[in-house]
């Protein structure tokens, strides 16, 4: 997922879009987030024991992570967000223009590691079935 909690975000779709708000709470197994002021609902509330009463209350809801981008507060724009490696091993997260990440991304795809390491995999993949095979299969 592209957001993380106390990410600045604006919303790009629905009803409270053009809102720049934080990312609360980010639910990973169904993609979406809780933003702060964003997509508030009432919620009647029956009384749980004996002599409560009932309350009307009104909270924040989850959106899906789709319908916001980060925002940059310097630049006061949204932008998508790409990584990039910095030293050995070590990634970072770069707020880029539209088409900086695009950049980015074919830089990597075209990389000759990138072409080892599938070719590695393919071996690693082979050798695998004709382990299983137990000799049926032969390279």
Wanted: charged share 30%.
């Amino acid at each position: 997922m592209h957001v993380k909690t106390n990410d600045k975000v604006i919303v790009i779709a629905g009803a409270d879009k053009g809102k720049v708000t934080e990312v609360v709470e980010v639910f990973t197994k169904n993609g979406q987030i809780l933003c702060k002021d964003v997509n508030i609902k009432t919620k009647h509330v029956k009384p749980r024991n004996e002599g409560e009463s009932g309350s009307i209350i009104q909270r924040e809801f989850p959106i899906h992570h789709s319908n916001v981008m980060h925002y940059s507060a310097a630049e006061k724009k949204r932008s998508r967000v790409g990584k990039k490696m910095e030293g050995d091993k070590k990634s970072a997260r770069v707020e880029s223009d539209w088409g900086g990440v695009g950049k980015l991304r074919n830089i990597r795809r075209d990389s000759p590691f990138s072409l080892l390491a599938s070719c590695a995999r393919a071996c690693v993949y082979m050798t695998r079935i004709t382990t299983t095979t137990r000799g049926a299969l032969t390279l």
